[in-house]
């Protein structure tokens, strides 16, 4: 073992846990794990000042922070997946009674406009129910990770000194994404939200990710071996967790381990891959969206977003 350590912060959680208690160790360096308490925090830390060596970013951040020079690059490692058709919530006397009534109106974005959650939510709005979502205005809570970007004339920053949960209820706003309500006027805007995911990833093989790993782009050019030995050790970490899964040896399962056991009944498989080949379908998805809703401007191949010495790697 290496005494080279990389400064890293990833999530505690099921696929991760084996690699911060220390049961999964890399071959040629050991992970220092920082504690971020809010994990969004850390992506804003590592986009503007690149702080760390290895950090989980939302997708979304990532291929904004590509557009715009930041010196990182992606690993195909997935570590958060989940579907957003509950994410949007609707005030039920703002005359809404389909997602097209949506066009025309103010809807809020918690946080910024290429927040993951709000990319894949806007997604399902356009892919599934035809929303023209030029025709919204899109109402932010607060700014960008990438402090370049620049968002489309139909994006605004909320109000100064007004909040867009107290805007929903009001009915300043028809509807908004990513914020915790409850209201009795408050409502999903799809109904039966959580069946209406699996039922995409029934009928169409949608399954989004929204975290993936990436690591300085100095340390990768100066080690040719180090994004195969990060991938490796996610991998086998993850591993033990689906082979926990399977077993039903989790003794207190969470919504996210109960989600993961139902993608497994559906579709028979790991419901967390890792690799570009397994999530191609997702990641084309994901870049069509990045580029339909103007969080990027360039076109990018999948295969070029991720370090070259991990495009074949898959677990």
């Known amino acids: 073992m290496s005494d080279r350590k990389l400064k890293t912060v990833t999530r505690t959680q099921g696929n991760n846990q084996a690699l911060k208690d220390g049961s999964v160790r890399p071959r040629t360096f050991e992970f220092d794990f920082v504690e971020v308490p809010v994990l969004i925090d850390a992506f804003r830390r590592m986009v503007r000042g690149l702080e760390f060596d290895i950090c989980e970013m939302a997708l979304s951040t990532y291929l904004c922070a590509r557009e715009h020079g930041k010196r990182f690059t992606a690993l195909p490692i997935f570590l958060v997946r989940a579907f957003h058709h509950g994410a949007i919530l609707v005030n039920s006397k703002a005359g809404i009674a389909t997602p097209k009534d949506l ?176 999530n191609r379908a997702m990641l084309q998805e994901w870049v069509d969206h990045c580029l339909a809703q103007r969080i990027a401007t360039r076109k990018v191949a999948v295969d070029d977003l991720f370090a070259p010495a991990a495009r074949g790697l898959v677990a």
Do not use: C
């Open 103 to 278: 066009e025309g109106r103010r809807v809020g974005v918690n946080r910024g406009y290429t927040v993951t959650t709000g990319l894949w939510a806007r997604g399902v709005l356009q892919q599934e129910h035809g929303v023209d979502l030029s025709r919204i205005t899109w109402v932010l809570s607060g700014d960008e990770h990438v402090a370049e970007y620049r968002p489309p004339s139909n994006v605004v920053p909320v109000e100064p000194g007004k909040k867009i949960a107290d805007m929903l209820i009001a009915g300043e706003l028809a509807a908004a994404i990513g914020v915790d309500v409850e209201h009795p006027d408050v409502k999903p805007l799809i109904p039966n939200a959580a069946e209406a995911g699996l039922q995409a990833l029934r009928t169409r093989g949608h399954y989004p990710a929204n975290h993936l790993i990436v690591v300085r782009d100095d340390l990768l050019a100066a080690d040719p071996g180090l994004a195969a030995d990060v991938f490796d050790a996610f991998a086998e970490s993850k591993r033990r967790y689906v082979a926990r899964l399977k077993a039903g040896q989790i003794e207190q399962p969470t919504a996210v381990d109960r989600l993961h056991l139902r993608v497994m009944e559906i579709t028979g498989r790991d419901p967390l891959p890792y690799g570009i080949e397994p």
